[in-house]
RNA sequence: GGCGCCGUGGCGGAGUGGUUACGCAGCGGUCUGCAAAACCGCGUACGCCGGUUCAAUUCCGGCCGGCGCCUCCA
């Protein structure tokens, strides 16, 4: 059975689909006015992994990530960069799908941007104004009366009146209760805008996710997602809007993934402690983005993670061994599951706990080593299903023999000792001359040069030698 | 101030009312010309104080410590 915890509730809860064997899904994806830094990367893969294992579990997914390419943020940069605000979003949309890429992050089914769902948008807004849950403020824009929405406050488990005793916004005069947000901002001179019945504007920043999901996915959906620092009011948001205007329950289930820490503190752009998707994957301490992936996913989704160099090389360390032992073994064609299927489905049904499934994986790659050079035959079927699952998490997809030589410092097959993939080869060949003379003087003469150059051997009891970059 | 989360062995990190997480590092061993890798063995950890219980790291209460949201934020 398996069982999601759903911010909505507090608790665990069955996975019960509006539509049998059917999974709607929509994520909030990024705004698109910088690089992508580490905490955008954990929620990406947190959610991906969640599509993999529902498809892996047979439903057949439909999986949306937006792009917010509108907003205050967008402006100000555009503005501060003296570009267009399309050149703006289409360069960072581009990087962004870069360094997903990179982590091996599927592209979403539909990946909607905010101005291309306008119309929705207004009418949305038009429909709220008409139930008397939105009015048009004194400045002309229009704001949501959080007031005439009965549940306010259920995803975060707030009151009003304790909102409002906290209340570190700004007072605004235009605003009839100083939650109400905007739904539709009137158009500065010179900004982007679109033509409405307000004026010509933009959409405030938490009608889009309500628009595209309705536009994509209808009025009610399976799961909607997002890091915790969109439960409020982001979501909450959300679903003020969506359920006033549409009547009915909007998503079933809301998940939450926790925070990248650095130093025991949440990662943020305003906190300025954040490290960026591609500066952690050239800083030469990552061989292969993978290992950030994993790094990742070696946590639960909602907790914290903290993230350092150190907790980076133990990533690397693990990693590494699990493809050490896929190394030297072909992968079965037919295979069946052992006990490591099952661990690894009750770990993933259990709120998609990828520490638990690592040890699945862990407990394969010891069965796989265990088998070698004894009983082939189980080595490969292990080995096959060591693939199998690790594609569920979106790991462990590459050949061996690559990902091991492959350095950190060169993100490539040079060292930065200079040791190119021929040299390394031609040493080896020099090295086992030398030792099938037994001038063993020389040959580990070599071995020590190799050594300074990051390069580890291993002799295998046939006289073939392997190597990989430690 | 309001709401909420967390505190596990040297490190990372799951989990459970009584029985091994797992990985890394460390120690000993096997293998090896020597190594490396691998394999075998080794560590009785659960913030503090009470309570419930035959039994609590696991449930309840309090305390201390850390963090998050309440403003843009994955």
Redesign the pocket.
């Known amino acids: 059975m398996l069982q999601i915890f759903n911010t909505l509730s507090?608790r665990k809860e069955e996975l019960r689909t509006l539509e049998p064997g059917v999974v709607r899904m929509y994520v909030?994806?990024?705004?698109v006015y910088d690089y992508c830094h580490i905490?955008?990367a954990?929620?990406k893969i947190a959610f991906d992994v969640v599509r993999r294992y529902l498809a892996y579990r047979g439903y057949k997914v439909t999986f949306v990530r937006n792009i917010?390419d509108i907003?205050d943020?967008i402006i100000k940069r555009a503005a501060e960069n003296g570009e267009p605000v399309q050149a703006l979003t289409a360069r960072f949309t581009a990087a962004m799908h870069e360094d997903y890429d990179r982590l091996g992050i599927l592209r979403p089914d539909f990946e909607p941007k905010a101005t291309e769902h306008i119309p929705t948008i207004v009418s949305m807004t038009q429909s709220l104004i008409d139930k008397n849950y939105a009015y048009v403020a004194s400045d002309g824009d229009v704001m949501y009366s959080v007031s005439a929405f009965k549940p306010y406050g259920q995803l975060?488990?707030?009151?009003l009146s304790?909102?409002r005793?906290?209340?570190?916004?700004a007072v605004d005069e235009a605003k009839r209760d100083p939650?109400d947000?905007v739904l539709w901002k009137q158009a500065k001179p010179g900004e982007p805008s679109w033509p409405s019945p307000w004026g010509a504007g933009r959409p405030g920043?938490h009608i889009e996710c309500s628009a595209m999901t309705l536009d994509l996915l209808g009025t009610r959906f399976d799961i909607h997602g997002?890091?915790?620092?969109?439960?409020?009011?982001?979501h909450e948001n959300e679903i003020a809007q969506s359920c006033a205007a549409t009547g009915e329950q909007f998503a079933t289930y809301w998940m939450h993934?926790?925070?990248?820490?650095v130093d025991?503190?949440?990662?943020?752009?305003?906190v300025g402690n954040f490290f960026l998707i591609r500066d952690v994957l050239g800083s030469g301490h990552v061989r292969d983005p993978e290992v950030l992936r994993f790094f990742l996913l070696?946590?639960?989704y909602r907790?914290?993670?903290?993230y350092s160099l150190?907790?980076i090389e133990?990533a690397d360390?693990?990693l590494a061994?699990l493809y050490?032992?896929l190394r030297d073994v072909v992968p079965a064609q037919r295979w069946e599951a052992s006990e490591a299927t099952g661990k690894f489905v009750a770990?993933m049904d259990?709120d998609f706990?990828t520490?638990?499934a690592?040890?699945a994986l862990?407990?394969l790659?010891?069965e796989i080593?265990?088998a070698?050079g004894v009983d082939a035959a189980r080595a490969a079927a292990f080995a096959a299903e060591l693939k199998h699952l690790g594609s569920v998490l979106g790991v462990l997809q590459a050949s061996p023999a690559a990902f091991l030589q492959k350095s950190a410092k060169g993100q490539g097959t040079e060292s930065a000792s200079g040791l190119s993939e021929s040299a390394v080869e031609e040493l080896i060949a020099a090295r086992a001359a030398a030792?099938k003379s037994r001038n063993?003087k020389e040959?580990?003469r070599i071995?020590d040069q190799l050594a300074q150059a990051g390069i580890?051997?291993?002799?295998k009891p046939d006289g073939a030698t392997l190597w990989r970059r430690g």
């Open positions: 507090g909030c994806g990024d705004t905490g955008h954990r929620s917010t907003d943020k975060s488990g707030r009151q304790d909102l005793a906290g209340a570190r916004v939650l947000f920043w997002g890091g915790l620092d969109l439960k409020f009011p982001h993934n926790g925070f990248v820490n025991n503190e949440k990662m943020a752009k305003s070696s946590s639960h907790g914290p993670i903290n150190t907790q133990q360390t693990t061994r050490s032992a770990a259990d706990n520490p638990d690592l040890a862990q407990w790659a010891g080593n265990k070698k030792r063993f040959s580990d071995r580890v051997l291993e002799d």
